[in-house]
């Protein structure tokens, strides 16, 4: 009928009499555009966790890649395809690391069994849309003394689309960074791991040194690679700030506040 009048428009004369005889009830109503509900679900309650395996060997030189790269799955959001590329992005570039830094100086054939890169993750929390994980990576360069063992963390908020950074946790110039460190220096210097003598540097209030962190249900956890706050034979370590050591630094606004409800 829309498209009849518009036609009756062209000729004028015509337009008069249509809208004459047309009653109140048979006039054609102004559409009304529809929006589409908003689910108030999180999103992270729409998903679920799983991963990718690959596997690659090579003979000249003689290695093994093995990595599982997490990705969530159940959903076609935007946000789920952003989250899925930053965990493929970060597990790439470190495989790009090591053929760029180690396979590249192997030698033909082996000295021993082949060089080797492995990489996993543990999903140390989650609540609401928050997400933290710990990736572990753990490689052998042929002909070395000893493998080595290095970490990354990834704190993601699925809601905003975002990787987490320090500063998002706390309030501008909350000088947080001295609270952890004055914290984690005081634990480190209970264990019997060669602390001191140089390893305390590790521990000092830089953005370098605090830079693997989660969260967690009780705390930040901190952890310090191979060499940093200790020698090769310690081993990594970890240090849980609790929360109750950092309450008047958080920003009540920030993604903290979904974990200490």
């Known amino acids: ?26 006039r054609i109503p102004t559409p009304t555009p529809t929006v589409a509900p908003t689910d108030p679900t999180p999103l992270s309650s729409r998903v679920n966790l799983t991963f990718i395996s690959f596997k690659e060997d090579g003979s000249s030189p003689r290695y093994t890649v093995t990595v599982q790269t997490p990705r969530l799955v159940g959903s076609e959001d935007a946000r789920v395809s952003e989250f899925n590329q930053r965990m493929s992005d970060l597990i790439q ?8 830094n180690i396979l590249t100086h192997m030698t033909t054939p082996p000295i021993t069994s082949g060089s080797f890169f492995d990489a996993n993750y543990n999903l140390i929390y989650q609540r609401g849309d928050v997400w933290s994980f710990k990736f572990n990576f ?10 080595f063992h290095y970490s990354l ?5 699925l809601a905003q689309g ?68 200790a020698p090769y034979a310690a081993g990594p370590q970890t240090v849980t700030v609790p929360y ?18």
């Not at 009756?8 to 337009?15: E, P």
């Not at 634990?187 to 693997?212: M, Q, V």
Request: aromatic fraction near 12%.
């Open 1 to 26: 009928m829309l498209g009849k009048v518009l036609n009756l428009m062209v000729t004028g004369f015509a337009l008069f009499s249509v809208l004459a005889a047309c009653s109140t009830a048979a």
């Open 153 to 157: 963390t990834l704190n993601y908020d």
């Open 162 to 229: 975002r990787e987490l950074a320090l500063d998002d946790l706390f309030t501008q110039d909350a000088g947080y960074l001295n609270v952890m460190s004055s914290y984690c220096i005081a634990e480190l210097s209970k264990r019997d791991i060669g602390f001191f003598g140089g390893f305390e540097r590790g521990a000092e209030p830089t953005p370098d040194n605090y830079r693997n962190w989660n969260i967690a249900a009780d705390g930040l956890i901190i952890t310090f690679d191979e060499y940093q706050v």
């Open 93 to 100: 570039d470190e495989i790009k690391y090591f053929r760029e």
């Open 244 to 261: 109750s050591e950092l309450k008047p630094l958080i920003n009540q606004q920030g993604p903290l506040v979904v974990v200490l409800r």
């Open 138 to 147: 753990f490689g052998y360069a042929d002909g070395a003394a000893h493998p």
